[in-house]
C-alpha cells in the first residue's frame, strides 16, 4: 500500500493539469478507490482531492511569482475553466488573490510533494481479531456531527448527554447481536472527507437483521462481511486516536487487508474521563 500510494503521488505530479482518475489507478494497482483514499486520507491528514488542489495552487503561484502575466492561460493549466474559479482557488490556499502574487510576489503557501515511508518501530501495539459477522442493523439515536481528528468531539458529547439515562437501558435490552452493549458508531461520511466533514453519529445497540426496530429509533443498516476488531487501552482519547492512525500506518500496509464501505464501531468496555478501554471495529476485505 506504501508503494501505491508514492506511486499515486507521482501520478498527481504528472496530471495537474487533467482530471484523474482515483478509480481506475486503484483498480490498476489491485485496490479498491474506497480503501486508496481513506489510506491516503488518514495518513496525509488532507483528502486526495484536497493534496491536488494544494499542488496545483503551489505550482499556480510559482507561474505568477515569476511574471506569468496571463490569468486565463495560467488557470487552464491547472484545470480550471474560468480566471473566477481559479481566483476562489487560489485564494482558499494562499490567503492572497493571484493579482496580488503576480504584483508582489507573495504571499504563497508552499504544499511540498508528499512522501509516504513506512516505519516498523513496534511503538503501537495492536490486538487484531478478524471476525466474519452476519447482516445486521444498528439502531439508537443518531445526529449530524463535525469530523474532528484530534481531541474529544463536543458536538458527541452535547448529543450523548442529551439522550435520557432511562434511554441507555431500554437501548442495552434492545441489542441482541454482537458486537454487545452501548456502541458509538460513524457512518455516512465519504472516504476522503477532510475535517469538519458532517458525519452521522449514533448512539445506539447492534441487533439481528430481523429484529423489529421501534419507530421512534434511528438505524443503520450493515451488510454480512468481514470486521478487524483493534483492541485499545490507555488515556482517552489519545489512545484511540493513535491507534486509529496506526491501522493506516502499520497495519493496513503488512497485513492483507483492505477497508470496504460501511460505519466504523467503537465499542466501550471500560470509559472514564481519562481511560478507556475499547474496541475499535473495522469493516474490511481480503486485497
Known sequence: MIGTLNALVDLVERSLDEQLDVAAFAR???????????MFSSLARMPVSEYIRRRRMTLAGADLAAGEADLLAVAVRYGYGSVEAFGRAFRSVHGSSPADVRRDGGPLSTQPMIRFRL?????????????????????????RVPLMHEGVNPHIQ????????????????LGNAEPAGILAVTAGLEPDAPEGSELTYLHGVA???????????????VEAGAWAVFSSRGPFPD?????????????????????????????????TESYADCELWMPVERA
Do not use: C
Open 239 to 271: 489512545a484511540l486516536q493513535r491507534l486509529w492512525a496506526a491501522t493506516a500506518a502499520e497495519w493496513f500496509p503488512s497485513n492483507p487487508w483492505r477497508l470496504r464501505p460501511g460505519p466504523t464501531i467503537l465499542r466501550y468496555l471500560e470509559l
Open 207 to 221: 441487533v439481528t437483521a430481523d429484529t423489529p426496530v421501534p419507530d421512534d429509533l434511528d438505524a443503520i443498516r
Open 28 to 38: 490498476e494497482h489491485g485496490t479498491t478507490e474506497y480503501h486508496l483514499r481513506r
Open 119 to 143: 516505519i516498523v518501530e513496534g511503538s503501537t501495539p495492536m490486538d487484531v481479531t478478524i471476525t466474519d459477522r452476519p447482516e445486521l442493523v444498528l439502531v439508537g439515536h443518531a445526529a
Open 158 to 173: 452535547r448529543h450523548i448527554a442529551e439522550i435520557p439515562v432511562e434511554e441507555h437501558a431500554r437501548l442495552k435490552a
